[in-house]
């Protein structure tokens, strides 16, 4: 069982045109987020939701809009593709922060495989 | 803004020797996690190890070891008894109560046979 898993795992489009990445998490995460890398491996958030409300909104183009329908999908939709959102789309998932006793030590992120998107 | 720094783009090791990476960030807050991960050529982000701040003990899984610096802010990888298998990005991140995971640049590490 994949723990967080992206589709497509690549993608080849024309400029101009919309696409959709897709993403699901078995971990029962709270918490999920669309990262982009670029060209020199440069890591750095898009978006995060918390049982589907958008918490992090990073200075992207409104041509990318985020959709949470429940916790454990958060898709990513591409209005208009340009060359420059060429790019590896990581989703990725982890726990809520809970400070105190019940704290959980381990508040890394998992990450889906990636999703190398080619504008052509 | 939180920022991590890789100061190393690029680290060579012959295998089964030692290797460090290291990594630096700033922050003024106190209560923090610290993470490497490894991204091999399949592009896969791994989660190699990860340290709390509030912590004093440096973390080891296996091979792997961190000497965490807090008043330094520095949070170095050793790698142990090298394998080809290590050869990838390493990434060095930060993520802070209530906040998102900031990484650092990336080292691209070569393991040579």
């Known amino acids: 069982d994949t723990a967080v898993s992206q589709t497509p795992k690549y993608l080849v489009t024309q400029m101009g045109n919309d696409k959709s990445i897709k993403c699901e998490q078995n971990?029962?995460?709270?918490?999920m987020y669309w990262y982009k890398q670029d060209s020199k491996k440069f890591l750095k958030i898009m978006f995060s939701?918390?049982?589907?409300?958008?918490?992090i909104n990073e200075t992207v183009p409104n041509r990318f809009s985020p959709k949470s329908p429940d916790k454990a999908h958060l898709n990513l939709h591409i209005n208009s593709l340009e060359l420059g959102d060429s790019a590896v789309y990581f989703c990725?998932?982890?726990?809520?922060?809970?400070?105190?006793?019940?704290?959980?030590?381990?508040?890394?992120?998992?990450f889906g495989s990636g999703t190398r998107l080619t504008v052509v | 803004a939180q920022t991590v720094t890789q100061s190393q783009p690029e680290m060579s090791v012959q295998e089964a020797e030692t290797v460090t990476l290291s990594c630096t960030y700033d922050t003024s807050e106190s209560d923090y996690y610290l993470f490497w991960y490894k991204q091999p050529p399949s592009r896969q982000m791994i989660l190699v190890i990860r340290q709390e701040a509030y912590k004093q003990q440096n973390a080891t899984e296996n091979r792997f070891s961190v000497n965490f610096q807090k008043a330094a802010k520095s949070f170095s990888l050793k790698i142990s008894d090298s394998q080809l298998g290590d050869a990838a990005m390493y990434f060095c991140a930060y993520r802070e109560y209530g906040n998102k995971l900031v990484f650092g640049a990336g080292t691209i590490l070569r393991v040579k046979s």
């Open positions: 990725a998932s982890s726990q809520d922060w809970v400070r105190g006793p019940n704290s959980i030590p381990n508040y890394g992120y998992t």
């Open positions: 939701y918390n049982n589907k409300e958008l918490i």
């Open positions: 971990l029962g995460h709270d918490t």
